[in-house]
């Protein structure tokens, strides 16, 4: 097997497309002395980079999402050190304005509303939606201006979009909020572990988990029987995400007490 396709060999088309164009953008900041920069990459890709990265060792690189806690970040790669303030050249953050009913909208219609701009997926950082009258999106700077005046509405409900300074972000935002969630399950298993967290039963969360439509950590895990355990992250596409907190004793019919989180 070549180097290259040793590089690119991984399980799923959609990581070994990542891998590709981000080794593709190693070599050109390699041959450059220009920054190179990703479009948004998740949790996983971002892993995929990293082991890239141990190939060259020569250059520099940067996660930027707009916030410490980001989920969603732009790999900026360069053979010298960066300015602290590059962030700015790279990321912006908007405000979205709207009298929103409460439990009406959701991060997928802020997402939808985006998307139906002609944007793609990966043009688009993280979207904070914490129930309130305002949601924060961070995304290209390039196309910053773009969407302030064109992004019109969510859903059926119009807003106004402004522009936040990056450095204001962070005190802008509210604490996590966290459901708990308190029961046990026959074995931790990623089906009944996830059952448990989204209100499922296993017939219905098995067919999820084979679709592709589950993750453990960021990785696309196809198996119901799949192991889990204390600290993992568990994500399920259009429903959010759950945190294995606590994994306690046995119960007297013999099943494993947890506590999780399910991320609001």
């Known amino acids: 097997m070549s180097e290259e396709k040793q590089l ?25 002395q220009n920054r190179q920069c990703s479009l948004f990459a998740d949790p996983r890709q971002q892993e995929i980079a990293r082991e890239l990265l141990r190939h060259f060792p020569e250059l520099k690189c940067y996660l930027w999402g707009g916030y410490p806690a980001a989920e969603r970040v732009r790999i900026c790669l360069s053979s010298s050190p960066l300015a602290g303030d590059e962030e700015k050249e790279v990321l912006s953050c908007l405000v979205l304005r709207g009298d929103f009913p409460a439990d009406m909208l959701s991060h997928r219609d802020f997402l939808g509303a985006l998307l139906g701009l002609g944007l793609k997926r990966e043009m688009i950082g993280d979207i904070i939606y914490q129930g309130a009258e305002k949601v924060f999106v961070i995304l290209a700077r390039k196309l910053a ?11 059926s409900y119009p807003l106004e979009v402004e522009e936040l300074p990056l450095d204001e972000l962070r005190s802008s935002l509210a604490p996590r909020r966290v459901k708990e969630i308190r029961g046990t399950v026959a074995s931790l298993r990623l089906d009944a572990v996830s059952g448990l967290g989204f209100g499922l039963s296993r017939s219905k969360i098995a067919p999820l988990i084979r679709g592709e439509q589950v993750k453990i950590n960021h ?12 600290g993992d992250l568990i994500s399920l596409a259009g429903r959010g995400r759950i945190e294995i907190v606590e994994v306690g004793g046995k119960s007297r019919k013999g099943r494993t007490h947890l506590l999780v989180h399910r991320i609001i």
Request: charged share 25%; hydrophobic share 50%; no cysteine.
């Open 8 to 32: 690119l060999a991984y399980p799923l088309l959609t990581e070994k497309k990542w891998a590709a164009s981000f080794l593709s953008l190693l070599r050109k900041a390699a041959a450059s």
């Open 145 to 155: 201006s773009f969407v302030r005046f064109n992004l019109k509405k969510a859903g």
């Open 219 to 230: 990785e696309v895990i196809k198996q119901p029987a799949r192991a889990v355990q204390e």
